[in-house]
């Protein structure tokens, strides 16, 4: 279990900054549901099962085809590589990643400091406590969930029809 | 003999080759139905009643040009019909053919057979999309409609299973439809929901509108030949084939046999109720693709929103209420 | 509780190797032509013009848009489903709502017209249209048009016939 977590930690990586660099928008796609898909494997391996099969479920496939769905729609072919590679000049990384380096910095320290929690998958979460705690003191929670849902149905086809 | 237990390599290797075969088996099986239901002969010289159509089939496609456009983007062209036989065979992992016969045994198992669902959709976005060719786009917008669509009806309407069992393991699922009886009553309208979804997921006859040949060429696989449209081709059957054993898993009981009619031994009693009750979905769906038209693409996605998922809901709500007005 | 995945592992890289293995065997097999026409895109054997980026149509988007909804909304429900004895009526109550707000949007959308593929020239034109000779399978829409055609036989040929001329100038 420790070997497949990883790999998939180190093809996660790897495809998400190939994702970032990418100037065809079809091949960072490509590139991003791959690192959805080892993030899942990454759930399962510590034991979150049910939020693994829901991570490739709802982003894997559902919120990255619709990014390949509006791929598809407005399809407009070499002129946005042009566009892409245009924008994509390594001066343009200075900036966030003189930002994002704080963070990763924190991140190190949080990880190398605390190592009493680092036993992996040695709580499965099954889905049943994730419903029971979702539908049970998280009630409301749902409820909220369930306007948002209603609040970006309805806006959506607004502005898809403008 | 033979020691059966869920995983083993002997296993995997038999349920791969199995599946593989009978996939092979049921193209030449569909158009040889076809053609006696069309009063031709359908593909009888290749071995005895043409029973070996499909090998020979592989045999030229596999030497035939392997050819990417110079217009198309070459890396998800390439992709694509890579995807599904891959996660159609995937799916395959968790599907319990026998006791003890089976790839994993996994407690998310009706969940993982709608993640690969899911991601199947890719195929034909990405070759829609990657092809650069009018005809392939409007396939891949099309197929990509249907398959998104009614992948969410297909996921509602087998959560009534789920509560009836409280269990996404398949194998959960058959014992405790053997228990209680099989889904297909309390069911009804789930099982009809899912059946009319699968083949719309499958893009099978009559909902294969994503190809549609006298409309826009061959769909989103227009640009497509030699084995990367056999991919393709053989994807589409072992999802078919996907599909005709998940019914009996879910709605008929799975490899228990039905009327107390078992076979001296457990496992091969399994296989063949298994293999029967597959046979039978199959000839179904052979002969629904022989009965049916095409329907407008409007008609169909309409039919979906406005009449599946409601009725998919409605199901999920009422089994949910039963269950929990009988206290257990 | 940890379940042994090396089946599952196994197995997938199986699947892995041999699909793409297919393709590999079937380049290094295949025969490689250069006639005048082999590069062109495929039309059914009609030249191709124009591009191939065609503008689409918003329903689709739509569709995309209603998917995602619908599919977190099933996403909630599956884990529902496996609780439901647990969560007793208090969390059927909620999915209960929670159907009801969503179905409510959807019914929202279908009378606002969202779910209608056609456009409005194509609504107006169907219904000059229907009746004999024109655009079948409109169901009770046709059935009236036949009805008064009896009555207004010169009126009906001459709706169809201008929206028809009207088409054509479009």
Known sequence: ?162 | MFEFVVGSPLNIVLILGAVLVAAALLIWVERRVLGFLNERLGPNRVGPWGIAQSLADVGKLITKEDWVPPFADKLPFIVAPIIVPVVMLLSFAVIPIAPGVGIMDLNIGLLWVLAMAGLGSYSAMLGGLASNNKFSLLGGLRAAGQMISYEVFMGISILGIVILSDSFNLREIVEAQHKHGWFVFPQFIGFIVFVIAGLAETKRWPFDLAEGESEIISGFNTEYSGMKFGLFFVGEYIGMLLLSALIPVLFFGGWYAPFGLELPNAIISGIFWMCAKTGCWIFFFILVRAALVRPRYDQLMNYGWLVMLPLSLLNLLVTGAVVLAQGN | MNIDLWPLLIYTLIVVVLVPGLLVVSSLLGQRRQDHATHDVYESGVVSTGSAQLKIAVPFYLTAILFIIFDLEAAFLVAWAISIRESGWLGYTEVFVFIFILLAGLLYLWKSGALEWRTLRQQRDLANLAGEGGVVNVGARAAAAKESHHDHHDDHGHDAHQAGHGGAHH
């Open chain 1, 1 to 162: 279990m420790n070997l497949l977590f990883y790999i998939a930690a180190v093809v996660s990586v790897l495809s998400t900054l190939i994702a970032i660099t990418r100037v065809n928008v079809t091949h960072a796609l490509l590139y991003f549901i791959l690192s959805l898909i080892s993030l899942a494997t990454i759930f399962y391996t510590i034991g979150a099962h049910f939020a693994a099969v829901l991570e490739v479920i709802v982003y894997a496939g559902a919120i990255m085809v619709m990014y390949v769905f509006v791929a598809m729609m407005l399809n407009l072919g070499h002129a946005t590589i042009d566009q892409e590679r245009a924008w994509l000049k390594p001066t343009i990384w200075i900036g966030p990643s003189l930002m994002a380096a704080p963070l990763l910095a924190a991140l190190v320290f949080v990880l190398l400091k605390d190592t009493s929690a680092a036993e992996m998958g040695h709580t499965v979460t099954a889905a049943k406590q994730v419903g029971i705690a979702l539908f049970g003191p998280y009630v409301l929670a749902v409820e909220l969930a369930s306007m948002l849902l209603l609040a970006g149905l309805v806006g959506a086809y607004h502005l898809a029809r403008k």
